[in-house]
């Protein structure tokens, strides 16, 4: 059986405001049909820096095929952020570890401002997507640009839970699609 292991903050980890629920691993098992195993590798509030503190414990020591990375969200806040060169060079240390050919890089999506006031804004956090897409790019890593693909959809304010950042069932219907479609043509 191959085996995903999806590497990120919150949103992979499924935070739905008062715990963790596996409302990403449980649409990915279904949409892969059985065929992949599906590890979570997600920790409410990490950063790049401290998910490269836990690679190899999370990610590294386990078998795996690909690996789905999506941080930013909590890089590119102010009260726990990075700076944007920490988070590149982050990003690019987690690409070499995990190899280019088997990671698949996430943008962070968006959120909603006037929800996030004094944590997060939309602005800066497009410019992490952009560091995202531009390492993507160097690595030849396949990219979702979950970021993109929300902000194309005026509507993706139903994605996100009252707190404007953490999704909704539609906000992992959407994540989880995208992945399942990204894994399925990768395996073509």
């Not at 059986?1 to 409302?23: E, K, N, Y």
């Not at 909590?74 to 240390?93: M, Q």
């Not at 890089?105 to 497009?126: W, Y």
């Not at 897409?133 to 979702?144: C, E, Q, V, W």
Request: a positive charge; one cysteine or more; aromatic letters at 6%.
């Amino acid at each position: 059986m191959r085996q995903l292991i999806c590497f990120g903050d919150s949103i992979t980890a499924g935070w739905d405001g008062s715990r963790v629920r596996p409302a990403l691993t449980k649409r990915l098992e279904k949409g892969l049909k059985g065929l992949w195993g599906v590890r979570n590798a997600g920790v409410p509030g990490d950063n790049t820096d401290q998910a490269l503190a836990r690679i190899r414990k999370d990610v590294l020591r386990h078998p795996y095929d690909r690996v789905a990375v999506l941080f930013g969200a909590n890089d590119a806040s102010f009260h726990k952020g990075l700076p944007i060169d920490s988070f590149r060079e982050n990003l690019n240390v987690m690409i070499g570890e995990i190899s280019p050919e088997k990671t698949i890089l996430i943008t962070p999506s968006p959120v909603i401002d006037t929800k996030q006031k004094g944590k997060r804004r939309n602005e800066r956090i497009a410019a992490y997507a952009e560091v995202v897409r531009r390492a993507a790019d160097k690595a030849g890593s396949p990219l979702i640009d979950l970021h993109a693909r929300m902000t194309e959809l005026h509507s993706y304010t139903k994605m996100l839970q009252k707190d404007g950042l953490h999704f909704t069932s539609l906000g992992y219907d959407l994540l989880s699609e995208l992945i399942v479609t990204t894994i399925t043509e990768l395996e073509k």
